[in-house]
């Protein structure tokens, strides 16, 4: 298979960047999980305060994106053992706290990468987080923490994600391809953000994001979702909570 050529552009380069980066996240993420309030709070001035750790990777001769990436820089500086429960929303949020309070940054913290289904199994992923930490090195970072979403966890939504992080593949890797991605690229497994995101809606608004019906109260396994989905009927709310996996990449 022929490597794909691309070039790199960062907010900085690009006004544009948001747009195409919201058609690729658009197409790629189930409904559900852009109703996060911590990313509906801040995501768009992810790239008018921090446009230079946005990024994407364009396709040479099409310019299509072929891999959209976020991050942001942090003040923390602690034990790596010590990251939050919480995860990718308290990275969001505290990167813009830590802005506003004139912090100096000392890590960058991954976010997001996304890339368009017809590029995948090519490669890519790998290439698209050499160029986020590469971006971060040239900032002067070159540590970088990620509460990383498996990319096939969901299909193991009732596996505990402390069990499932375990799992190996006949060469001893993970069994997981982005957390194996990110091992191959000399990241070590942290632990679990058990509580990384928090999407909550009415039963009406979860029956329209996965179309589903939600007849009574109790547990659902939806699709593209890591754990399954609190509904309660009778308050008339759905709650996912998502965990995810606090990597670590060191210098």
């Known amino acids: 298979m022929a490597a794909i050529e691309y070039k790199i552009i960062t907010g900085k380069d690009c006004p544009?960047?948001?747009?195409?980066?919201?058609k690729v996240v658009i197409s790629s993420w189930p409904e559900f999980m852009r109703k996060d309030r911590v990313a509906n709070k801040y995501w768009s001035d992810l790239y008018r305060t921090f446009?230079?750790?946005?990024?994407?990777?364009?396709?040479?001769?099409?310019?299509?994106?072929?891999?959209?990436?976020?991050?942001?820089?942090?003040?923390?500086?602690?034990n790596p053992g010590d990251l939050p429960d919480d995860g990718w929303d308290w990275a969001l949020a505290q990167g813009f706290k830590d802005y506003s309070a004139g912090r100096t940054p000392k890590i960058l913290c991954a976010l997001s990468l996304t890339i368009p289904e017809k590029y995948r199994?090519?490669?890519?992923?790998?290439?698209?987080?050499?160029?986020m930490k590469s971006i971060g090195e040239a900032h002067g970072f070159h540590t970088m923490i990620a509460?990383?979403?498996?990319?096939?966890?969901?299909?193991?939504?009732?596996?505990?994600m402390e069990r499932y992080i375990q799992w190996q593949?006949?060469?001893?890797?993970?069994?997981?391809?982005?957390?194996?991605?990110?091992?191959?690229?000399?990241a070590e497994i942290v632990k679990v953000c058990p509580q990384s995101m928090r999407i909550?809606?009415?039963?009406?608004?979860?029956?329209?994001?996965?179309?589903?019906?939600f007849p009574e109260s109790g547990k659902y396994i939806v699709p593209g979702a890591l754990v399954p989905v609190e509904i309660d009927c009778d308050a008339n709310q759905g709650?996912?909570?998502?965990?995810?996996?606090?990597?670590?990449?060191g210098s």
Request: aromatic letters at 12%; a negative charge; hydrophobic letters at 40%.
């Open 16 to 22: 544009d960047l948001s747009d195409i980066s919201d």
């Open 51 to 78: 446009p230079e750790f946005q990024f994407a990777l364009l396709e040479t001769g099409t310019n299509n994106a072929i891999a959209v990436g976020n991050s942001i820089p942090l003040a923390w500086d602690g």
């Open 121 to 131: 199994g090519k490669g890519i992923s790998a290439y698209a987080l050499r160029a």
């Open 147 to 160: 509460p990383v979403r498996p990319s096939f966890k969901s299909l193991y939504p009732l596996t505990p």
């Open 169 to 186: 593949n006949d060469d001893g890797l993970p069994f997981d391809p982005w957390i194996r991605v990110h091992v191959r690229l000399g």
């Open 200 to 213: 909550t809606g009415t039963v009406e608004d979860w029956e329209h994001w996965t179309g589903m019906r």
């Open 239 to 249: 709650t996912y909570i998502e965990p995810n996996v606090w990597m670590l990449h």
